[in-house]
């Protein structure tokens, strides 16, 4: 009877992975006529990262044996 009422919290786990999946319903209406214009990539600020510039991808984890090396490499 003990072991039965400790399996009670695996059952109702089990149990609510078979409940129905919520409806989500998208009110906005996509149009193929409105799509935004694609980057032009000429310009820096489309990027995340560019070699001469200081960002995150510069980055490497403290107290680890990396280092950057990106200036290393054209």
Request: hydrophobic share 35%; proline share 11%; charged share 20%.
């Amino acid at each position: 009877m003990n072991s039965f009422f400790r399996a009670i919290p695996l059952i109702l786990l089990v149990l609510s992975g078979c409940a129905r999946p919520k409806q989500y319903l998208i009110e906005s209406v996509y149009r193929m006529d409105q799509q935004p214009s694609a980057p032009d990539y000429t310009r820096p600020n489309y990027w995340a990262a560019l070699p001469d510039r200081k960002d995150a991808a510069d980055l490497v984890p403290t107290h680890s044996s990396f280092t950057n090396q990106q200036a290393r490499h054209p």
